[in-house]
């Protein structure tokens, strides 16, 4: 398989490391030893002098390259003293080599924090990768029958001549089915991600992958006071654990619950005045967030900035949109959150987001709906379906958004909903299905698009209606959509994104809890408010859940309606083979009258701009690429 008297070539692995320079501006470094070369691009956050990559134990037997923060580093460092261990740094980074120089691969499970590493035994002659518990940081991988390549972008992989960049087409239906890609694919032949929770052992020609954790929702016994009491100081450990950062710390306040909760713990802890940042937009129809982050900017003493975006903004960025995500994924609220990290990176280098409290807590309305739903069609029975057909006609007349959430729940089964991806839970699973051209269809095989949902279905805890939802979300929209966009947007900018609530200890304490700890009656987020309840804001305690409102429907029907027709009717685009006109043409025209398919037009515009990006067009420079953290890449 590998050729171990090959030897890697330092110009591929710097040129590798070059198209990540936006995720580590601050420093480069090699290792190439033979067979094996690891590069690396810094952003400097702990140990600013001292943090050079790659690094080794002391005869330097032992090699990592490191992109993250592992939040108790601390206290692993006093272990690791009392057992001998010499160092030279004051980083995270070197405990981790320490660390598996003691434990070997069970080093993972001692970590706590956000990372994507790898480490080069040389003694072993054994490459050692690993990924945090839910893929906080992306790692990627090519494997051929004489090579393995690893990166913290797929940019970096493409950098091989050797790696020809081919689109996979059976993961086009799998993106439309979700809106993301749901598994270890990308939309790249032979380019994977390395799961979540997992490492991967390379010894000799053998290559194997290994699951180290999964989200267990087994049951404590705590009352809801303990829970609370609990809750609270696990709270304030994360949030003082994920300050720790020899450069200024900022917040990205949403208006929402989740980050204004976080920036209430942190405010107390801080040395020095904290700043924030917010977006809003330009277009009148859209709920404006801003005034409720001021408020709670007020509130904190925070040094406050804002910034807004048009729709011209909008399309300006979605090339680089596409550079910068890699994977097809559809989550227009990541051009606010470049153009917002774009502002944050004038003053800070982290910042601190309430990402992952709602797959934490159940605080999505999709939680309280599909509860009250089912039990609604539980105590109808077989009169459900009628029920359901019945709502629906009566709604023509009456028009009520209730009566149109509730309705198509009444006479399915609440889990079809996740078939048609959690981000259009009532939508048609297939909904691009009618979109596709008698070839491509045969192409499309529809049970791999639905295998990892099927697999995560059969692992979720069965007991708990509402614990069973936060398992398939953590799973799957969570890893596979929201993390990448968090990840990939704000490096984008070289800034390092940090979520507390995706600490793993709170996660597991989460999972214990009972269903109704998390949605009681009509309240979503049950514990976690009657904890911050008399901390924050009540205008913010008691808003209504409305996501990141970027106006991106009411743009691609007004302002980018001549743009989309022209990427989505351009020949070269019809001419992929894909998509049927008179489909495309019939799709435009109906979201135009009525609304209701700009995912599906937003999916169908970036499924396109990836192929000119990555397919055509990827050795041309990107105009306007500006990026800028650290990111271990890598040729074995």
């Not at 590069?39 to 330097?60: A, M, V, Y």
């Not at 954790?213 to 009491?229: G, H, I, K, N, T």
């Not at 929209?477 to 900018?493: C, E, G, R, S, Y």
């Amino acid at each position: 398989m590998f050729d171990q008297s090959a030897k890697v070539s330092p110009a591929l692995v710097k040129a590798m490391a070059d198209t990540i320079a936006h995720r580590g501006p601050d420093d480069e470094g090699y290792y190439i030893s033979g067979p094996v070369g690891l590069g690396f691009r810094r952003l400097s956050i702990i140990d600013l002098k001292t943090g050079h990559q790659p690094l080794s134990n002391e005869d330097g037997t032992i090699w990592i390259v490191f992109n993250g923060e592992i939040y108790n580093y601390q206290e692993l460092r006093k272990f690791l003293l009392t057992k001998g261990h010499v160092f030279k740094t004051d980083t995270d980074t070197e405990v981790i080599v320490h660390l598996y120089e003691e434990l070997g691969e069970g080093c993972v499970e001692k970590l706590r924090g956000m990372f994507g590493f790898a480490i080069w035994d040389e003694t072993k002659k054994t490459l050692f990768i690993a990924r945090d518990r839910v893929g906080i940081k992306p790692l990627y991988y090519y494997l051929s029958q004489k090579e393995l390549l690893f990166a913290s972008e797929i940019k970096a992989i493409l950098a091989d001549p050797a790696v020809k960049a081919e689109v996979l087409p059976a993961a086009i239906d799998r993106f439309f089915t979700f809106k993301y890609l749901l598994g270890d694919e990308t939309l790249f032949q032979n380019i994977k991600k390395l799961p979540a929770g997992s490492y991967m052992i390379v010894r000799g020609n053998k290559v194997e992958i290994k699951q180290y954790w999964d989200l267990s929702f087994e049951r404590s016994a705590l009352s809801l006071p303990e829970a609370q009491r609990q809750l609270s100081d696990l709270l304030d450990e994360t949030v003082r654990l994920h300050m720790i950062s020899d450069v200024p710390v900022g917040f990205l306040l949403s208006g929402g619950f989740d980050s204004t909760a976080l920036l209430s713990i942190a405010t107390g802890m801080a040395d020095r005045r904290l700043s924030s940042y917010t977006v809003g937009f330009s277009d009148p129809g859209v709920v404006d967030e801003r005034p409720y982050a001021k408020l709670a900017a007020q509130r904190f003493g925070t040094e406050h900035h804002e910034i807004t975006i048009t729709a011209q903004d909008f399309e300006r960025f979605l090339p680089q949109y596409v550079w910068h995500m890699e994977e097809p994924v559809c989550e227009p609220p990541a051009v606010a959150m470049y153009y917002v990290s774009q502002l944050a990176k004038k003053t800070v280098k982290v910042l601190i987001s309430g990402e992952g409290g709602d797959e934490a807590f159940a605080g999505y309305p999709i939680y309280r709906n599909l509860m009250w739903a089912e039990r609604l069609r539980n105590f109808l029975g077989p009169l459900g379906g009628a029920a359901s057909s019945s709502a629906m006609l009566l709604n023509r007349v009456v028009k009520s958004s209730a009566v149109a959430r509730f309705a198509p729940l009444l006479g399915t089964h609440a889990e079809s909903t996740y078939y048609g991806g959690h981000s259009n839970p009532f939508g048609n699973s297939k909904s691009a299905n009618h979109l596709y051209t008698d070839d491509f269809r045969d192409q499309v095989d529809q049970e791999w698009s639905l295998a990892g949902l099927k697999d995560c279905l059969k692992s979720a805890p069965a007991n708990d209606r509402i614990n069973r939802m936060l398992y398939i979300d953590t799973k799957t929209w969570l890893t596979h959509d929201l993390l990448v966009k968090a990840d990939k947007i704000t490096m984008a900018n070289s800034i390092e994104l940090r979520v507390p609530f995706l600490d793993h200890k709170v996660l597991e304490f989460a999972a214990s809890l009972p269903g109704n700890y998390k949605v009681r009656g009509l309240k979503a987020k049950y514990l976690v408010k009657k904890v911050f309840g008399d901390r924050i804001p009540r205008e913010i305690v008691e808003r209504k859940k409305v996501g990141f409102p970027v106006p991106y429907e009411s743009w691609l029907r007004h302002d980018l309606k001549d743009w989309l027709r022209d990427i989505l009717l351009d020949r070269k685009t019809l001419e992929r083979g894909y998509f049927e006109k008179s489909a495309v043409e019939r799709l435009i025209a109906e979201d135009s009258r009525f609304g209701g398919y700009s995912k599906d037009l937003f999916s169908l515009a970036t499924l396109e701009l990836w192929h000119r990006t990555f397919l055509e067009d990827y050795n041309s420079p990107l105009v306007g690429v500006s990026a800028h953290s650290s990111s271990p890449v890598s040729r074995y």
